[in-house]
């Protein structure tokens, strides 16, 4: 794979996020020309790409912006080949006190996305997320599924995901879609429920918790970042969506144990209802069906969940500086 890399010129959105600092790593390495496209901030504040190697960053080309600013992302799309879109405002319980900034920086930084990409002909893969089916309907969940707007955030990325498929149908721009669920690993905040769970069980015995029985499918974020990859370098799928999944489910609170046993001591669960979503937003199961990306882009996961949450314990054990676990983080 590393071959079909070599020189190729990637502008990577969203750069200074979970998934996307790892994929510009992997792509550094590849051999690729990135562009790393962040938000811009006055103390240049390049996100997690902070934390990538230091020959790493030296590869890597930082423009900073703001997505919904046209003349800056057809600025930083000059010249390139590829555009992985990953920037958007991903935090759900923020999308409640905020849903005018999700949608704004969803849905027209992803309209401005897609119209530099028509104007300069360049291949997009744009991110879709799990949370836009809502709670299954049926299980596991195929592309198929239909689309539940249960949170301003999940409303955000159905309309994203849409605007990329008129944009295919209206003016055959090259776009695939790919919905992750649920990606876990080094680096992610203290946003997501796995390292909730982790900072804390390392800082303490008490954990504060949402929902203990909501289910999800976790991928490790290497496995993830081969889905973007492949979905890039797949001919004959512009247009389509590939779900990105491990087909194994788990609850919040079947989780805590997994996490226990690799600690290797009890904790005790405590239920904040400053974390609970409101009833009928919350998505209660979310289980995917990664066939079509199997037969079609030969993705396959390859990290287990007990192996990629010990690999978390491990860095987010080293790396506690990064996180406040008394604070709930939305």
Same mark, same amino acid.
């Given at each position: 794979?590393?071959?079909?890399?070599?020189?190729?010129?990637?502008?990577?959105?969203? @750069?200074?996020?979970?998934? @996307?600092?790892?994929?510009?790593?992997?792509?550094?390495?590849k051999g690729a020309t990135v562009?790393?496209?962040?938000?811009?901030?006055?103390?240049?504040?390049?996100?997690?790409?902070?934390?990538?190697?230091?020959?790493?960053?030296?590869?890597?080309?930082?423009?900073?912006?703001?997505?919904?600013?046209?003349?800056?992302?057809?600025? @930083?799309?000059?010249?390139?080949?590829?555009?992985? =879109?990953?920037?958007?405002? /991903?935090?759900?319980?923020?999308?409640?006190?905020?849903?005018?900034?999700?949608?704004?920086?969803?849905?027209?930084? *992803?309209?401005?996305?897609?119209?530099? @990409?028509?104007?300069?002909?360049?291949?997009?893969? =744009?991110?879709? *997320?799990?949370?836009?089916?809502?709670?299954?309907?049926?299980?596991?969940?195929?592309?198929?599924?239909?689309?539940?707007?249960?949170?301003?955030?999940?409303?955000?990325?159905?309309?994203?995901?849409k605007l990329a498929e008129s944009?295919?149908?209206?003016?055959?721009?090259?776009?695939?879609?790919?919905?992750?669920?649920?990606?876990?690993?080094?680096?992610?905040?203290?946003?997501?429920?796995?390292?909730?769970?982790?900072?804390?069980?390392?800082?303490?015995?008490?954990?504060?918790?949402?929902?203990?029985?909501?289910?999800?499918?976790?991928?490790?974020?290497?496995?993830?970042?081969?889905?973007?990859?492949?979905?890039?370098?797949?001919?004959?799928?512009?247009?389509?969506?590939?779900?990105?999944?491990?087909? $194994?489910?788990?609850?919040?609170?079947?989780l805590v144990t997994a996490i226990?046993? /690799?600690?290797?001591?009890?904790? *005790?669960?405590?239920?904040?209802?400053? $974390?609970?979503?409101?009833?009928?937003?919350?998505?209660?199961?979310?289980?995917?069906?990664?066939?079509?990306?199997?037969?079609?882009?030969?993705?396959?996961?390859? *990290?287990?969940?007990?192996?990629?949450?010990?690999?978390?314990?491990?860095?987010?054990?080293?790396?506690?500086?990064?996180?406040?676990?008394?604070?709930?983080? $939305?």
């Open positions: 794979m590393s071959g079909t890399w070599n020189g190729k010129k990637i502008l990577v959105t969203g @750069a200074g996020g979970f998934i @996307a600092s790892h994929l510009v790593e992997s792509l550094v390495q562009r790393a496209f962040v938000r811009y901030n006055s103390r240049g504040d390049v996100g997690l790409l902070s934390q990538l190697p230091k020959d790493i960053c030296d590869c890597v080309q930082v423009i900073a912006g703001d997505l919904r600013d046209l003349t800056a992302i057809q600025n @930083a799309a000059k010249r390139m080949e590829t555009i992985l =879109h990953l920037g958007a405002l /991903i935090a759900i319980p923020y999308s409640y006190q905020h849903p005018a900034e999700v949608v704004d920086t969803n849905v027209i930084g *992803t309209l401005n996305v897609l119209l530099a @990409a028509r104007d300069m002909q360049i291949r997009v893969v =744009h991110t879709s *997320t799990s949370e836009v089916y809502g709670s299954a309907i049926y299980a596991p969940i195929d592309e198929a599924h239909p689309l539940q707007g249960q949170s301003p955030y999940s409303a955000s990325k159905i309309a994203a995901d944009f295919y149908c209206s003016y055959n721009l090259p776009v695939v879609t790919v919905r992750p669920f649920n990606t876990f690993g080094p680096r992610q905040s203290a946003r997501a429920i796995i390292p909730t769970i982790i900072s804390q069980a390392l800082t303490g015995s008490e954990l504060h918790l949402g929902s203990l029985d909501t289910k999800r499918d976790f991928t490790y974020v290497l496995d993830t970042v081969a889905g973007f990859l492949a979905a890039a370098e797949a001919t004959g799928v512009d247009g389509q969506t590939f779900n990105l999944g491990t087909g $194994r489910e788990i609850s919040v609170g079947e226990e046993k /690799i600690i290797g001591r009890p904790l *005790t669960v405590v239920q904040d209802p400053e $974390r609970l979503r409101p009833q009928k937003s919350e998505v209660v199961r979310l289980l995917s069906d990664n066939r079509k990306a199997q037969k079609q882009l030969n993705w396959i996961p390859e *990290t287990t969940l007990e192996s990629g949450l010990a690999q978390t314990v491990a860095w987010i054990h080293s790396n506690l500086q990064f996180y406040r676990p008394g604070i709930y983080q $939305r």
